[in-house]
């Protein structure tokens, strides 16, 4: 349910991991084990995970917007990209820039043509740049930074 917000937050430069096929009792321990917050939309796994000790959030909102401004607020996360700590959504491993000439062999000629930075995900290959849906990034980040702003 929250593989959305997951690759939100990776862009965003967390380590994030997830997972739909964890049983509770499995993610209870991975998130003790590898000292995680725990994010969930389930109350009663929160609870018992809070229970236990471990620093969990329960995500009561619907949309990755209002999700990312209860997480804002929570850790005081800062919600602008820097490509310099951005991960790939899909791996969760920090992208590398790549020159301009490396990026040519991945992407189309005029995406070449009109833009100069490209990065690379060193796990999965796949290329990334700041095109056209970057705009749809700084909106939703932006709607996110109104939310977290009316939250108590
Ligand atoms: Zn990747």
């Known amino acids: 349910m929250l593989g959305k917000l997951t690759r939100w937050l990776r862009i965003l430069g967390y380590d994030v991991k997830y997972s739909n096929r964890m049983d509770d009792h499995e993610l209870i321990a991975?998130?003790?084990k590898e000292k995680r917050i725990l994010l969930t939309r389930d109350l009663q796994l929160h609870r018992q995970a809070t229970a236990k000790g471990i620093e969990s959030l329960y995500l009561e909102e619907k949309?990755?917007?209002?999700n990312?401004?209860?997480?804002?607020?929570?850790?005081s996360l800062?919600?602008?990209v820097d490509m310099r700590k951005s991960r790939?959504?899909?791996?969760?491993?920090?992208?590398?820039?790549i020159s301009k000439k490396q990026a040519s062999s991945h992407?189309?000629?005029?995406?070449?043509?009109?833009y100069d930075e490209f990065w690379k995900c060193p796990?999965?290959?796949?290329?990334y740049w700041q095109g056209a849906h970057w705009k749809g990034i700084g909106?939703?980040?932006?709607?996110?930074?109104e939310f977290e702003a009316s939250l108590q």
Not at 107 to 114: I, M, Q
């Open 30 to 32: 991975l998130s003790t």
């Open 63 to 66: 949309t990755t917007e209002q």
């Open 68 to 75: 990312l401004a209860q997480l804002a607020k929570r850790y």
């Open 78 to 80: 800062d919600l602008q």
């Open 88 to 97: 790939c959504p899909i791996c969760n491993v920090r992208v590398k820039p």
């Open 107 to 114: 992407v189309e000629l005029n995406t070449l043509a009109n």
């Open 123 to 127: 796990k999965c290959g796949k290329t």
């Open 139 to 145: 909106k939703t980040l932006k709607k996110a930074e």
